[in-house]
């Protein structure tokens, strides 16, 4: 699906975050016919695991539709392994279950304590709500290498 309309169906739906400024690609799942949920697919945003081998789910957001983020992420590895690439990583809170996830052969892989932000004198940034917020890694091998 093109980048502008999953881009609106995040800013409509997601519970904490607002559309990511680019993608390598988005998916979008249908139920009844009405597009149900969004996966944006971008290069990682860390930028130790922006190896070209490697994507990120950077957004994931659905419309409450049963089973819907299980269906984008089996969607998203499908396409990633077959454009070539190893793995595919993403992050939620630490107070969300990662059901989904689970459920579609992610794995934890990493607990990240919160941040105070990502402002810095030298690269200044807006609160956006998302601080002071825990995190944890996953990851899923697409391609073993």
Same mark, same amino acid.
């Given at each position: ?36 949920? #969004? ?13 070209? +081998? =490697? +994507? @990120? #789910? =950077? &957004?994931?957001? =659905? ?9 984008? /992420? ?10 070539? /690439?190893?793995?595919?990583?993403? /992050?939620? &809170?630490?107070? @969300?279950?990662?059901? %989904? ?10 607990? !990240?304590?919160? &941040? ?5 004198? %030298?690269?200044?940034?807006?609160? &956006?709500?998302? @601080?002071?917020?825990? !995190?944890? +890694?996953? @990851?899923?091998? #697409?391609?073993?290498?």
């Amino acid at each position: 699906m093109s980048f502008a309309d999953a881009c609106a169906f995040v800013d409509a739906h997601h519970r904490h975050h607002t559309a990511p400024r680019g993608h390598k690609f988005s998916l979008g799942v249908l139920a009844a016919g009405d597009l149900a949920g #969004v996966a944006i697919i971008g290069r990682p945003v860390a930028r130790v695991f922006d190896d070209g +081998l =490697t +994507l @990120e #789910v =950077t &957004r994931l957001a =659905t419309d409450g539709t049963a089973n819907a983020c299980s269906a984008l /992420y089996g969607a998203t590895a499908r396409v990633a392994r077959a454009a070539g /690439y190893h793995r595919i990583l993403t /992050y939620t &809170r630490a107070d @969300e279950t990662g059901a %989904s996830l689970r459920g579609a052969g992610w794995q934890r892989i990493a607990d !990240r304590p919160a &941040r105070s932000g990502w402002h810095t004198p %030298s690269r200044p940034r807006t609160h &956006r709500g998302t @601080e002071h917020t825990a !995190r944890v +890694l996953w @990851e899923l091998i #697409v391609n073993p290498a």
